[in-house]
């Protein structure tokens, strides 16, 4: 069984960059696909960048497109999500997590695998 943990959330302000780091341990998520999603307080969970397991195909919403990125680190069995001009609206729990497919969805439900959270808050 894969386990998933984020790190790298933090305090920072309007504009800073944060790149926040997914770990697996079990198993390799070479043939997973993963995702990003966020959670604000009182809000929705909210999908924000996918990776394929199939190389190159990555997917960003619109709200982060320009800002964010997805990459993987197969040596180390990691996907990052480089967030740069960060906003006080990007202020949220952010999760990876992964599903069994070569498809980025961005429905959580459609995920069978979560870590645990790494909170972002952006100050104005």
């Known amino acids: 069984q894969v386990q998933l943990v984020e790190s790298g959330g933090g305090l920072v302000q309007a504009g800073d960059s944060l790149r926040l780091s997914c770990a697996a341990s079990?198993?390799?998520?070479?043939?997973?696909?993963v995702g990003w999603f966020r959670q604000a307080p009182g809000k929705e969970r909210e999908f924000v960048a996918g990776?394929?397991?199939?190389?190159?195909?990555?997917y960003v919403a619109d709200s982060v497109k320009g800002r964010f990125t997805i990459s993987r680190d197969h040596a180390k069995n990691m996907v990052l999500l480089q967030m740069n001009s960060l906003k006080p609206e990007d202020t949220a729990v952010y999760y990876c997590?992964?599903?069994?497919?070569?498809?980025?969805?961005?429905?959580?439900?459609?995920?069978?695998?979560w870590g645990q959270g790494t909170p972002v808050t952006v100050s104005s």
């Open positions: 079990g198993r390799t998520i070479i043939t997973y696909t």
């Open positions: 997590a992964a599903r069994l497919s070569s498809v980025i969805s961005t429905e959580g439900y459609e995920y069978n695998l």
């Open positions: 990776d394929s397991w199939i190389g190159g195909s990555t």
